[in-house]
T-cell receptor, first 113, second 113 residues
Framework: DAGVTQSPTHLIKTRGQQVTLRCSPK?????VSWYQQALGQGPQFIFQ???????QRGNFPDRFSGHQFPNYSSELNVNALLLGDSALYLC????????????FGSGTQLSVL | KQEVTQIPAALSVPEGENLVLNCSFT??????LQWFRQDPGKGLTSLLL?????REQTSGRLNASLDKSSGRSTLYIAASQPGDSATYLC????????????FGKGITLSVRP
């Protein structure tokens, strides 16, 4: 049983570019959340998707957007990249919307130059 | 607003020591609390999850306790080993309309041979 998978593992972009990160949830999970972890910090909640809709959102600008597909996989898009967007982006899946146990992927390390 | 604090930020101990990692949170209305392990540049591995109605959970050499009323949790690691060297993150999950994990910044543990 595959766990949460994320791609790519590493990415280098320049300021102003756009990036798309991908996540496949654990088998049987229908809820996907995205977190941003800056160096030396704890992960910060970006947003959560359930039934192909954004259900809640953390304190992130509209440059951060997402999508969930009918197979429950998800994408995180970031437009107009800033140096400060450099971070580890973590995807987590859970069994239902309010399930308390989240399973995390290995993350995508994004570097913005 | 829920805030999670982990102090100290870093800890270095000799191999074989029993140690306690502390976590505090400001709002006691939590659904559960999780302890995660993170190796450098990697994703999160769930170590222990304590439901709000529980007082402690054990897994091998790890024991986590929860005192909701005082907003505290501890992670006890028995007979520490160099392989335990990693960052340990505490996170609380709040149920309902704003269900998400709120993380502390983590404690970076180094176990010296």
């Amino acid at each position: 049983d595959a766990g949460v998978t994320q791609s790519p593992t590493h990415l280098i972009k320049t300021r102003g570019q756009q990036v798309t990160l991908r996540c496949s949830p654990k088998s049987g999970h229908d809820t996907v959340s995205w977190y941003q972890q800056a160096l030396g910090q704890g992960p910060q909640f970006i947003f959560q998707y359930y039934e192909e809709e954004e259900r809640q959102r953390g304190n992130f600008p509209d440059r951060f957007s997402g999508h969930q597909f009918p197979n429950y996989s998800s994408e995180l898009n970031v437009n107009a990249l800033l140096l400060g967007d450099s971070a580890l982006y973590l995807c987590a899946s859970s069994l239902t919307l309010a399930a308390g146990k989240l399973f995390f992927g290995s993350g995508t390390q994004l570097s913005v130059l | 607003k829920q805030e999670v604090t982990q102090i100290p930020a870093a800890l270095s101990v000799p191999e074989g020591e029993n140690l306690v990692l502390n976590c505090s949170f400001t709002d006691s209305a939590i659904y559960n609390l999780q302890w995660f392990r993170q190796d450098p540049g990697k994703g999160l591995t769930s170590l222990l999850l304590i439901q709000s109605s529980q007082r402690e959970q054990t897994s091998g050499r790890l024991n986590a306790s929860l005192d909701k009323s005082s907003g505290r949790s501890t992670l006890y690691i028995a007979a520490s080993q160099p392989g335990d060297s990693a960052t340990y993150l505490c996170a609380v999950f709040v149920d309902g309309a704003n269900s998400k994990l709120t993380f502390g910044k983590g404690i970076t543990l180094s176990v010296r041979p």
